[in-house]
């Protein structure tokens, strides 16, 4: 059936009366879906503290294995890529076509160097038998040569006692279930960017129109916002 | 409607770049104290570290600064609303050991 | 197609073929898919409950072995909280109603609305699988170690099918409280919302915030059991109360989704049928919003006996007595309502009759289990149990049967049998009771729930509660068959037959395909029944075809 309403432009849908209540909206549900998002990682932060409380020497041990330069240096790579994908949004705000699709690529890069260092510590951890599961070989040697253990915590420790070991273990579990839920979401973060790229080749943003850029923005920067908080988490806690 | 979100705002690109850097230098910070042991600041000083970064990601990445103040309000809904999760757990946790478990009869 | 032009166009006869439905973006016609579905996973429960209570008619195990029992109250469980009531009154008469109420063409977001009754389906989907491959024997509460390590059933299906559903009421909440910020007509403020929007306010507000959790939880479950990444497993030092924790921070704010927009539907009812503005409006609105943020800290009453601290027992304690307080308010307040009010006790008013009462019911015996000391008394039994359906059938289940009533002839456009549905809610009422009241009894003697057999003693009671199942069944089979044959056979229904208050009743029934013909404008309360322009239907006599 045909719209009654005369001054409706294209990406103005029909229930709404004006692209500004049309925006706002978007924007709103966006930040709607961001408190979601908390909450769900939320779940997942709280088994962290509550376990960390419970088994701090096991959790500072385990955090020491990880590698402190790849974390910072993801870390580096991730607020870069907070700063293209904000580019790129400010591009769709100024109307120009060819730095949005710019930062955006920009942001897609960065998002998958970060995936690719993810991979390079997920491979060392799997040399080292530290990928959580049934695969998981606590070695009590290996943790001595990195001289993982906290000095703080030096003479509490006894490497050697399986109890500690699979502690180390729930220290992992965590590790691979927050990273790899974090990692997923950037996967998802830079499959919608496709689509942003397809529908900035085809002109389709502009001052007026530029929620989706806009709202993958804020997808993008709240994922950026986890990983944060993960960086400290997992791998300072124990660096003392 | 009276909510109103000024989503025109275009900040200045010097803006944009003073964050990038400011989060920078927090990161480095953030990594450099935590070689220090400082007791129990230690967790403190990176969860506050985390927290200002955190901040101003929302204030001038996500624009909240120039936002309606109920999109204020959903962000923070959220992040209470995990706090609380958390004390109130934690709160069991902590305390569960407090009273010693019955004698069997 | 419709014959001819001078059938009047509405969204239900505007198109007609499968993809007309699969792809609709019409709220209405998504809420139409909900029930649907929906009925058909109250259907599936409905069977798991005959069959348990079947086995219940005597102490031993005559019809089922304990296996097939878990399996059954688990399947009961599973479809009847998850895939029935938390999507009941939202997804189908807050979808259909919500935009109208509001006085908008649709909600906020569309797609969003579809997307969502597609990722319930895929849910339950998960659900019916998980089902038909053997069942699941861990109760709907899904306890770790035993769900995560030790039940050889079909958990991970399960915890699949809540994960995607989670999803579907997720994208329901945001998509309510966008729609009531953003897209209210002129005139229609905070204050002058009818209370059904302000109840799905609420529901929404825990939709978002509440079901994230549930959804991570499960799947960390599902993670655990699928590749042995031991979250909650004790092997490692893992602590299944932090399990129950998080668990419970969902599941117990969703028996607020579930029966605030039940009380919703009451406040529309019981002004409609006492012809009087719901006494203390501001008070009951607020008291929405103060059940659905206190409820979210109440989480701990499910755990006094779990070795949860003592000291956080006590916190829970004292904060589920507090939010008895906004409950009880609205049913002072709807009784309020009901004195010197010109009462008619039609269908819907029945039912919203007799979810004064059972709610009532329910919420006090809720008091009882939030007393540390009874809890351990009564915990995990039968008391439990009957206190949870009264407030989830008594109150739920009765307030979404008033509400389908209500508003079937908006709906369809054609009015039930009033006689039979009157008949239907006193046979139901009847069973209900008869069902559920012995069990209270069953539970304070110490019949421990989920099993299948139990002691001699306690059988009188249970051959009255299958009896009374019996007749709630037949109750429900009897609503079934009369709303079905209405659609056909009913007579029609004129825009607002019940000369209620609301802009849903100012548009034709069944509404046009974008609910109003005319932009409407709102300058008056909700429920002004005392001012006669209210009856009007002035908002779609712009011409019989949808332009
Ligand atoms: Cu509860």
């Not at chain 3, 989704?257 to 409006?281: D, N, W």
């Not at chain 3, 000391?373 to 008391?383: M, Q, R």
């Not at chain 3, 009188?460 to 659609?487: E, Q, R």
Request: with cysteine.
């Amino acid at each position: 059936m045909a719209e009654t309403e005369t001054s409706h432009p294209d990406h103005l849908a029909h229930h709404f009366d004006s692209v500004e209540q049309q925006r706002e909206s978007a924007s709103f549900g966006m930040w709607l879906f961001i408190a979601q998002e908390i909450m769900f990682f939320g779940g997942l932060f709280l088994g962290y503290i509550v376990y960390r409380i419970k088994y701090p020497m096991a959790f500072a041990t385990g955090s020491n294995l990880l590698s402190i330069e790849w974390g910072a240096f993801n870390t580096a790579v991730l607020i870069g890529s907070s700063l293209t994908m904000a580019l790129a949004v400010r591009a769709a705000q100024t109307g120009n076509n060819r730095l949005i699709i710019r930062w955006i690529l920009a942001t897609m890069l960065l998002g998958s160097v970060f995936l690719g260092v993810k991979v390079v510590e997920y491979k060392d951890k799997y040399d080292h038998q530290l990928v959580a599961g049934p695969m998981f070989e606590f070695d009590a040697d290996y943790v001595l040569e990195r001289e993982a253990v906290p000095a703080v915590y030096a003479d509490d420790i006894d490497v050697h006692d399986p109890q500690f070991g699979s502690n180390v273990h729930l220290f992992y579990s965590f590790y691979f279930v927050m990273t790899g839920m974090h990692a997923l979401h950037m996967i998802i973060g830079i499959g919608v960017m496709i689509w942003l790229l397809v529908k900035a080749y085809r002109k389709r943003f502009g001052p007026d129109y530029y929620s989706p850029v806009e709202m993958t923005g804020l997808y993008w920067h709240f994922v950026d916002i986890v990983w944060i908080f993960l960086f400290p988490m997992l791998y300072l806690m124990g660096r003392h | 409607m009276t909510e109103h979100s000024g989503n025109h705002h275009i900040m200045p690109l010097k803006i944009y770049l003073g964050v990038f850097l400011a989060l920078m230098v927090l990161t480095i910070l953030t990594v450099w104290v935590a070689f220090y042991d400082l007791g129990f600041l230690n967790v403190f000083v990176a969860v506050t570290i985390a927290c200002v970064k955190a901040y101003i990601v929302l204030l001038y990445f996500m624009h909240l600064r120039y936002n309606a103040r109920i999109l204020w309000l959903t962000a923070a809904a959220g992040f209470i609303w995990f706090v609380l999760l958390t004390a109130f757990t934690v709160s069991d946790v902590l305390t569960r050991g407090w009273l010693p478990p019955p004698e069997a009869w | 197609m419709e014959s001819g032009d001078t059938k009047r166009k509405h969204y239900l006869n505007i198109e007609n073929t499968p993809q007309s439905w699969l792809l609709t973006l019409d709220h209405k016609r998504i809420g139409i898919l909900y029930l649907v579905t929906i009925l058909l996973f109250f259907f599936l429960g409905g069977v798991a409950a005959v069959l348990f209570r079947l086995e219940l008619l005597t102490p031993d195990a005559h019809l089922v072995e304990h296996e097939t029992y878990n399996r059954l109250f688990t399947m009961h469980g599973v479809t009847m909280i998850f895939f029935f009531l938390i999507p009941s009154i939202p997804a189908v008469l807050g979808n259909f109603l919500l935009p109208i109420m509001i006085g908008a063409r649709d909600m906020a977001f569309p797609r969003i609305n579809l997307a969502s009754w597609y990722v319930f389906t895929a849910g339950g989907l998960f659900g019916l699988a998980a089902i038909v491959f053997g069942g699941v024997d861990t109760g709907w509460t899904f306890y770790t170690p035993y769900s995560s390590t030790y039940a050889n059933s079909n958990v991970i299906l399960a915890a699949l099918g809540i994960f995607i559903a989670g999803f579907a009421s997720i994208m329901t909440g945001l998509n309510f409280i966008v729609t009531i910020h953003k897209m209210r007509a002129p005139g229609l403020t905070w204050f002058r919302l009818p209370l059904f929007i302000w109840g799905q306010y609420a529901t929404a507000i825990i939709m978002i915030l509440g079901t994230p959790v549930i959804a991570i939880t499960v799947l960390l479950v599902g993670i655990e059991r699928l590749f042995g990444v031991g979250i909650f497993d004790p092997a490692i030092g893992g602590d299944p109360l932090l399990f129950q924790h998080l668990f419970w921070f969902y599941s117990h704010p969703a028996v607020y989704i579930m029966i605030l927009p039940g009380m919703g539907v009451i406040s529309e009812v019981i002004a409609c049928f006492s012809r009087k503005r719901i006494f203390g409006y501001h008070v009951v609105a607020f008291s929405s919003l103060a059940i659905a943020i206190l409820g979210f800290f109440v989480w701990g009453h499910h755990m006094f006996v779990s070795s949860q601290s003592m000291y956080a027992g006590m916190i829970f304690s004292i904060l589920s007595f507090l939010v008895a307080i906004p409950s009880a308010i609205k049913v002072f307040n709807w009784t309020a309502t009901l004195y010197k009010g010109s009462i008619s006790l039609d269908t819907p008013m029945l039912y919203a009759l007799g979810f004064i009462g059972l709610f009532t019911i329910g919420g006090l015996t809720g008091l009882f289990l939030a007393t540390m000391a009874i809890n351990i008394h009564v915990h995990d039994t039968y008391f439990v149990v009957a206190h949870f359906h009264y407030v989830m059938v008594g109150g739920m289940l009765m307030a979404f049967l008033g509400g389908i009533h209500f508003w079937w002839p908006k709906m369809f456009g054609r009015m039930y049998p009033e006689a039979w549905g009157r008949f239907a809610a006193i046979v139901i009422f009847v069973g209900f009771n008869l069902t559920f009241f012995p069990q209270f009894i069953l539970g304070y003697l110490g019949m421990p729930r989920r099993y299948h057999v139990y002691p001699e003693e306690f059988q009188v009671l249970n051959v009255m509660s299958t009896a009374g199942a019996s007749i709630l069944g037949a109750g429900y089979l009897m609503v079934f068959v009369y709303l079905v044959w209405s659609l056909f056979k009913g007579r029609r229904s004129v825009s607002n037959p019940w000369c209620a208050a609301g802009l849903e009743w100012r548009v034709s029934s069944p509404p046009p395909q974008h609910n109003f013909k005319k932009a409407p404008v709102v300058d008056r309360d909700a429920y002004d029944y005392t001012d006669e322009d209210v009856y009007k239907s002035d908002y779609d006599s712009g011409g019989t075809s949808d332009g």
